[in-house]
């Protein structure tokens, strides 16, 4: 570049890589930026035929979900029952009354403002995912009655991990409280209360609304000294 | 016209260009800010559950190794799932610990890439954990890898300062011996790409909310209230009872939101000010109501980014006018005036817009 040439500077243009390499970054960025804007597009039909491509690029290290920015608010409190069977000293299994572990983990997080506990996450993403689960589960029982089995059995076995983690969970949970000595098994019943709709928050006597079950797990053998 | 000189024209502009994008660092106080953010919330995110660490991540936890490992996409690795000894575990765990307060303190390209690598691992180790805020910090964590995130608020700051703009009369005469232009690049680039990131995020998250009734009719913050997970203080619930209170929360996050992407090359500062330290607040208020204290520094440290190093500058020498007002208003009369030297900077020649 001659300007600097004329003011006795060695700055005479850039190298052929520099130049190379700059239109590569600026390339990516581009790249980058398209991409990125795609990939969170709402659904539609030239999405859906450009993705392959655009996945490829952001999936796994830019892969991104921002739903989680603008949620649709619960409108209910949720909760995870935990119940437990024990056998007793002659043999006999007792079923011991369930109890929520929700509330209690909720409740742990608010005890330290500036450091709060992760553990709600255990049981909200547990929630989610057996809402989901129950959503399945009901839309194969509304089905013909022909290979029910063969899709309940299929639906168990896409959702093995999160059966298995919920085990795990509720395991410990039962552990904490009677030992681990004696327990057998143990089951989740995930419920739901709903909050006061906003149209009615202002009445002296709001309506009582009733707590709804969401789904109930089956008995799961019990796994001793979990996260010990 | 020959071909010739078109092709001289377009070599020089791009020269220009190259010089424009490897003269300057940009955004380097915001870089260093988001670095101390992201450190933050990462040693928060160890610390508070330090005590239930093996139950959360460890090789018996709640979510086996075997379930871990399942939900990996193709090409994700977690360092936790290459061996299911607890020693390894506990090793790894106070490492990354380690690392994070080193990452938060002194930063720099290595220290960035380590915390990078452990904290994805943990993040893919157990991933109910995450809630959002964390996806951001691992994709901004891979782009900070390749910025100068040390040259401010940390040790050694002045003189890394000092050795990234070499010393000259005339700014703009800057002979190519000393010139870095490689690394200058990748840290604007990097700048670039997490400024297109954040962009998207907002404009999405406030795209979202604009779409959804319960957002538009101003009962969101009414539900979210009551949620007893996310309700910290009985207050939150009090206040957002009120129906105009709700309804401007819910607005003034949209709106905020929304805005990002078209103020953060704004060439007004005031509206990019005012729209930084709107979103600040809002997450400030996130972390206190709600209780999510990782995702609102993650966040915060984010939005740090929006201003540029002239922003901070100008608000450091309003803080520090506004203080000195103060003193003289309300301080102790000495009689005599004192006088500092300034500390800040002088002033670069350079093109007030570097970048792309």
Redesign the interface.
Known sequence: ?SI?RD?G??????PAW??V???A??S??GL??LC??VF?LPESTVKSRVSPVINAVM????????????P????S?SQLMVSAQLRSSDGSIVEMPAFDVQ?PL?DL??T???????????T???RQQMSQYARELADIMGGPPAGRDEMHAELDHRYQ?TL??LR??MS?CAQDRFGAAHIVAVRGTFTETP??P?SK??ETNPPSLPTKTIVTTSWAPFVA???? | MGLMPILAAG??R??H??FR??TRHDRLIGVAILRLFLGVAAV??Y???YG?R???W?P?????M??AS??L????FSLYLISDSNAWFELLYHSALLVAVAFTLIGGRVLTLLHAVLLWSIYLRN??????GD??AQ?LL?FMVFTVNNAYLAPGARRRRATLVPRRRRAT?????QLR??GT??HN?AV??ML??IG??YF??????AT?E??TNG??M???S????FS?FPGFPQAM?NAYLGWAVNYFTIIA?IAVPFVIWSRRAAIRKLVTVSLEGMHIGIM?LM?L?TFGLIMIGADSLILNDHDYRTIQARIRSANSTVRQLFGPATGRLRVRPSTAEQPVLLPERVG?
Not at chain 1, 9 to 14: Q, R
Not at chain 1, 72 to 75: K, Q
Not at chain 1, 225 to 228: L, S
Request: proline share 5%; hydrophobic share 50%.
């Open positions: 570049m600097d003011l500077l060695d700055f005479i243009g850039y520099i130049r390499f700059f239109c970054i600026v990516a960025l980058f930026g990125t804007v969170n999936e796994p290290w830019f892969d991104q979900d921002w739903h989680l920015f603008a649709t608010p619960a409108t409190n509330e909720e997080a608010k330290n403002h500036f450091l709060p506990t992760n553990l709600p996450m255990i909200l993403a547990a991990d298995d983690q795990r969970f410990r909050v006061t906003f928050r202002d000294d979990v996260g010990k | 070599s020089a791009l020269d260009w190259i994008a490897t928060g995110f610390v508070s559950d239930h093996a139950y959360l460890g018996n936890g709640y979510v086996s075997a379930g399942h939900q996409k193709p090409g994700q991933q109910d954990m995450l809630r959002g996806n951001l994709i891979i005469l800057v002979p190519q011996s232009p490689v690049l990748l680039a670039v790409a297109i990131q998207v995020l999405v998250a406030g795209y979202l909310k959804a319960i957002w009962t969101a009414y539900y979210i009551r949620i007893h997970m910290m009872n939101e206190a209780g204290v792309f």
